[in-house]
């Protein structure tokens, strides 16, 4: 189990350059932003989103890891929640998970493509979670990278749309959140993250 505490808030490596960036600097929204390789059932922080299926009763991936760690009881309680739209998300307890809550979103289904409707679609995924979060008085959130596994979102697509969405969230909501966690599973992806970031959270 990693308490908040032993996540460490990103830092560009030396000499990584933030030359694309289209946002200005700002190290109070830097404080907020991890990037975390491993797995996010682990986490000890207010809200792990799952990138479940529309039936929310349970999966491969992500969504099988955080229902056998979870255990039983958090089944239970999606059943009752109807299932989840594309882009849409709903909150339930973590019951054995060192996390207080699950926000379980649904990406979109791509497949390797990406058109206007896939985009807007995971943009969504993003928002609503962070707006469940904020409802929900939850100031600590981590993500995995919801539609890239079996979903088939291209995932060097689907960092920008993360990234976009999260940078404009914290503008937006400064006093909401106190921690974004970007909990990515391969290596491929901590690389592409890595690469990214000072895009979206540029250092001075
Ligand atoms: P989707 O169906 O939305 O594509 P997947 O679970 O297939 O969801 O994959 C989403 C991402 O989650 C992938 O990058 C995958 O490597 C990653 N992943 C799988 N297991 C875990 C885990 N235990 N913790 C964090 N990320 C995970």
Redesign the pocket.
């Known amino acids: 189990v990693l308490p908040l505490s032993q996540i460490p808030v990103w830092t560009p490596s030396a000499g990584q350059t933030t030359g694309e960036t289209c946002y200005q600097v700002n190290e109070v929204l830097n404080s907020k932003i991890s990037l975390f390789r491993g797995?996010?059932?682990k986490l000890e922080v207010d809200a792990i989103v799952n990138?479940a299926n529309k039936t929310l009763l349970g999966g491969?991936?992500?969504?099988g890891?955080i229902h056998r760690g979870a255990g039983p009881l958090l089944k239970k309680e999606c059943a009752t929640l109807g299932g989840c739209d594309t882009g849409q998300a709903k909150i339930t307890g973590a019951y054995g998970l060192p996390a207080k809550y699950v926000i379980h979103t649904v990406?979109p289904i791509a497949q390797g493509v990406v058109g206007d409707r896939e985009r807007e679609e995971l943009r969504n995924c993003y928002r609503n979670c962070l707006d469940t979060a904020t409802q929900n008085q939850l100031r600590t959130v981590a993500f995995?990278?919801?539609?890239?596994?079996?979903?088939g979102y291209p995932p060097d697509k689907a960092v920008d749309v993360a990234l976009t969405v999260v940078r404009e969230y914290l503008e937006k909501h400064p006093a909401q959140l106190d921690r974004v966690i970007f909990?990515v599973?391969?290596k491929s992806?901590e690389d592409l993250y890595q690469d990214r970031l000072p895009r979206y959270f540029p250092h001075a």
Do not use: Q
Not at 60 to 63: A, H, N, R, S
């Open positions: 797995d996010i059932t990138a491969g991936g992500v969504d890891s990406g995995p990278c919801i539609s890239t596994g079996v979903y909990c599973f391969l992806d």
